[in-house]
């Protein structure tokens, strides 16, 4: 079991940044990779950014460029840096940890609204 606690998300102007921290317990060893996710009402989930145990990143089109994904093993966290932000950026982010045999943990979710 992994444990996943979401913190950062709030209300910024178009144009402004935010830093999303996803703090990870539990089977920490058993996690091959950790990302963030996005998820707008009646839509599905989609993935924002996601790395590895080895530091291979991937992004959303719609991101690249603006937000940069990055892990902090001592403290077991992920961070999600974002700038630049835009009103369709507004939505519940969620963090998602996927273990190597294929489990996946989510957190509760972290809403971040970015006024026009």
């Known amino acids: 079991q992994v444990q996943l606690v979401e913190s950062g998300g709030g209300l910024v102007q178009a144009g402004g940044s935010l830093r999303l921290s996803c703090a990870a317990s539990g089977s920490i060893r058993a996690i091959n990779a950790m990302g963030w996710y996005r998820q707008a009402p009646g839509k599905q989930r989609d993935l924002v950014a996601r790395?590895?145990?080895?530091?291979?990143?991937n992004y959303a089109d719609s991101v690249k460029g603006r937000f940069t994904i990055s892990r902090d093993n001592a403290k077991n966290t992920v961070y999600l840096q974002m700038n630049s932000l835009k009103p369709e950026d507004t939505t519940v982010y969620y963090c998602?940890?996927?273990?190597?045999?294929?489990?996946?943990?989510w957190g509760q979710g972290t809403q971040v609204t970015v006024s026009s």
């Open positions: 998602n940890a996927g273990l190597y045999w294929g489990p996946e943990f």
């Open positions: 790395i590895t145990n080895g530091g291979t990143t």
